[in-house]
């Protein structure tokens, strides 16, 4: 939490339901915007841990001769970007009516 703000993270990851919620209740403005940014930033995460953890399962997939594994991570990796921002813009839309 800074000076400027009184809004602060919650200490355990969120749900896009309770920021949605949380947004929808900030007295204002900076509230809303540091909400939201804590929000993106918490989503980008997941995304990054999940993109993080991919090359090393599709390692031992194509070592270990798992095609179809292997090709069920490709497609993952390729479309977690897509999946992720599909949800979250509408998400988003509806915390700022």
């Known amino acids: 939490m800074n000076k400027r703000s009184s809004v602060q993270a919650p200490k ?13 209740q900030a007295e204002t403005e900076m509230e809303k915007v540091e909400l ?10 997941a995304l990054y841990s999940e993109l993080r953890r991919i ?9 270990n001769r798992d095609h179809k594994t292997s090709l069920m991570l490709s497609k993952r990796r390729l479309s977690i970007y897509s999946e992720k921002i599909n949800t979250l813009g509408p998400q988003l839309k509806r915390a700022f009516p």
Do not use: S
């Open 12 to 24: 355990e990851p969120a749900r896009a339901d309770d920021y949605a919620a949380l947004i929808m």
């Open 36 to 45: 939201t940014a804590n929000w993106i930033l918490q989503e980008l995460d």
């Open 55 to 63: 090359p090393h399962l599709a390692k031992q997939a194509f070592e």
